[in-house]
């Protein structure tokens, strides 16, 4: 049973997430172990794998661009943990353009940067990061309803859109936690995950 | 379904309640005397071991035998705690990875110290529900890791108590409100209690109670302040007095003391002053609120950054948060609560005890449980990121921080010599790349598998965090479909053995005779009011008057008398009568010294920065 089909779902990337919410909690309700307490073990047991794999459905589904991550993973039949399988990698015109930020970076690390050098960075960074933004955006949005009203014939390219997408997203979200490194500014420059 | 109680137990004090059934609602249990708080304090005399308000009495008069904020203690090795040692008057010991106190003449580990203070809390609520209690529900930090859930659990079964449910504190909190006022949206809840910070963000929507980032420090609360009022004061003594007291445990025991109970005053009141006398001279220091807040300005400050890490894991700003509610005695702090204000925008509030909302969570976390409430569910998260060890000491993570459990994930694993038997594996927790700044839990040796060609085997493992955010691993060899036998040598923990041979140790505490431990009690209890007593005629016997002194002389001697018999209740009395004897002398030396430290409250020595 894949995570659509736990919440009764077609595979889609447009959907209806107050709805998502509202089965997520109906399901839990039935089969949190909490409210198996006086079961047998075996029962106690099944509570606790179902309950499980109800939670890693919905943390899998409630995101839009972890629900992208999944179904790419799925329509490629790969078996894989949260994460993996999306190498971060720029599209072509993107890595030329990325070579100058690059460079800086490898002399930042060794230490030999200078303010006006680090203000470059701060403002490369925060390009960069709105770029993410428009990324992310780009993702949830039309290439999200491109798969879904694509015909069973434009399913693949539509697929390797996404996939294409998602790496360079990962790439840029790379680029962006170095910079933040060297510029010892933290987690909190970060494109927060967009959750709700 | 037999009846679960719900049990805080805490770095300062733990608390026992259980919900009522025909009022449906959850109440905390006193003692005989009336006291919800026991204090979480154990001291081993050679006569018996004494827990609550009568071991921490105790701990002035003999600090080496007397074990305090045993929690922090708790799942954690030595090098997590070397350098905090040098303000605890007992000594530490490690073996094998695992702590162990030394408590006057025996060497007890933090499980066993915490089992006594179950045990109390246990026999407490069975002398007033009037039936045995076997299953709790136990209160841990949500920042707590893995070692240390299993700790809280081995003591649990040390205390004889089956801990059906670990919980969150700051979630128990959100259920005890929740209880009472049925409303959603987003809460975030701010538990700062004796050693433990934790921040919790919730989304509360019909009756679920789910969990959406966590984030904490499980070694910062109230002791920290305490401690640094203490040395301020050891300072201002070294200064003022000539006298190092760092060295004399009991001294040291007696500032900390004075130091919490000024910080406490300060809550409410704007200056205090401290009188602690020693023998020679008596040590008094007034303190502004103002002082006490540079202070202890970045310990509170210490707590902004998770806050701000849960909101971003959450996807939520401040704004998002529609309550901000306050759980844990250190929150009582006036400037706690404006820098919770501050980071939230909104006025904090605590309108249920915050030193007893846990525990009353608890109570209806065990209410659920027992089926008695079904219109609630809480969805908690495992607080720190799960992984193995993998190639060059890289964590690969296996699930992630703030998942919501129960969650499992399995990895693959295989051979890389031929005809290898043995399969080695290092489990961590924590956010760090390299496996050596994580925490580690334990070490998985899969063995017995079928001898067969190198990278040929399959082996499945399930790593899975239940609902007390504990993990569970099971394995199997997918070819021939046999479930690989693992052996689990936990890094911090104690062994199954351990806890089998402490709890049949345990029995032969239980039954010793109750009676006996009352006579300890109250002979520890006359024991102190006769050193109080002793040192007051030597520093203000003039204060006294001739008639009081004739009478305090004659006190002293009936009780010093009572106490070498085993009449419990004449020693009780005698104790009480000599308290009122005195009562007046210990307030004209109270007066005396207020009056000293006004009187001279404009030299800079007493002066606050402000």
Redesign the interface.
Known sequence: MDYFEIFGLPRRLTLDEGAL?RRF?EL??QH????H??ASPEEQARA??T???I??A??ALRDPIRRIEYLVRLEEGRDA???DGINPKAAPGLLAEMFEIQEALQEAKGGCLDEASLATLRVQRDGLTARCRVEDARLREALAQAWDTAAPAERPAALAVLREALATRAYLRTVIDDLNQVLGEG??Q?V????? | MSRIIGIDLGTTNSLVAYVDEGTGLPCVIADANGEVLLPSVVSFTPGGILVGRAARRALVRAPGSTIYSVKRFMGRGFDDVRDELRYFPFTVRATDGLLRLVAGDREVTPPEVSAVILRSLRERAEAHLGESIEKAVVTVPAYFNDSQRQATRDAGRIAGLDVVRIVNEPTAASLAYGLQRRRDGLIAVYDLGGGTFDISLLRVKDGVFEVLATNGDTHLGGDDLDRTIQVMFLDDIQSRHGVDLGGDAEAVQELRLAAEAAKIRLSTEERTVVTVPFDGFVYQREISRRELETLIEPFVARTLQPCRAALIDAGLGPADIDEVVLVGGSTRAPLVRRRVQELFGRTPHSQINPDEVVALGAAVQAHILSGGIDHMLLLDVTPLSLGIETLGGIVSVLIHRNTTIPTSAKEFFTTSVDGQRVVDLHVVQGERELAKDCRSLARFELSDIDPMPAGMPKIEMTFLIDANGILQVTARELRTGKAASIDVRPTYGLAEADVARMVEESFTYAEADVEARLLIETRTEAETVITHVERALRQAGDLATADERVHIARGLGELRQAREGTDRDLIRDKTTELNRITARLAEAMMDAALRGALGRSGAPALEGPG
């Open positions: 919410q909690y839990s309700r949190h172990p909490d409210f307490q006086g606790l794998t309950s499980a794999l939670n890693a919905y943390r943990k949260e994460g987690q909190e970060h927060a995950h967009h959750r709700h």
